[in-house]
């Protein structure tokens, strides 16, 4: 897949041939360390755009990705950033919960998994007919 290097960091990032739905931003490495996170290109590693924690914050981000959005947990609150660009779309500051490291989990990546497994016994299944 071939993908245009006329941006520049902080500008929003597509994909030629990308999908209609929006759902890959293949061409990125994201990395946490300390309070942001980092775009890089993964076939040059430069830097795409960066975003750092708004809020007073510990050791570590997770991170979790899907489609276009990147959760971040950090240090208590939960971010929500545009995968293309970096932009922070919402914040909850899950009072009450306390901090430290955090697990995130959606459903689409496992409806992703389960989708690509009924393909397979399909595409066996009719091997063998």
Known sequence: MSYSNSYQKGD???LRGEESRGSRIAG???????KRVIALEKTTGREVWEWTCPRQ???NVTMLIEDRQIFVSANGYLFCLDARNGRQMWENPLKGRGVGIASLATTAASNDAHALQAKRMVQAQQGNA
Do not use: I, N, R
């Open 12 to 14: 929003s990032f597509s």
């Open 28 to 34: 990125f490495l994201f990395v946490g360390l300390g």
């Open 57 to 59: 914050f510990g050791q």
